[in-house]
């Protein structure tokens, strides 16, 4: 498995990021991101998770809820990468892969468009 600390992980996480478009980027509301190590031990290989109330789902009824949360795995990215730059790729596929999902895509589409 290839080594890379979680504050250097962090650190690409918040990267791609940064590569988001400003235009989407003032779009995007009540969302956090977070790094994890692992996954839950029932899907052991995920790389990332978009949980909550996408921006083409909501309506009037959405106020005072909890930010919308993004978490990207490190333990599983590493895994599958077997370079720095392999991790790079990987890391903003899955990071655009999920604010996708804050936007109301679906995961056909993005395999369509290459974010699988």
Do not use: K, Q
């Not at 003032?26 to 949980?51: C, I, K, Q, T, W």
């Not at 789902?57 to 930010?67: F, I, K, N, Q, T």
């Amino acid at each position: 498995m290839l080594e890379m600390t979680r504050e250097e992980f962090e650190e690409l996480v918040a990267e791609a990021l940064d590569r988001i478009p400003p235009e989407l980027t003032r779009l995007m509301d009540n969302v956090a991101v977070f790094v994890e190590d692992e996954p839950s031990a029932d899907d052991p290989d995920l790389l990332g998770l978009y949980e909550g109330t996408p921006l083409t789902d909501r309506g009037e009824w959405y106020a005072g809820v909890l930010p919308d949360r993004v978490t990207i795995y490190r333990g599983p990215t590493l895994r599958m990468c077997d370079s720095r730059e392999d991790v790079v790729a990987e890391t903003e596929i899955t990071v655009v892969h999920e604010i996708a999902h804050h936007f109301g895509i679906d995961d056909a589409r993005l395999h369509e468009l290459g974010y699988g």
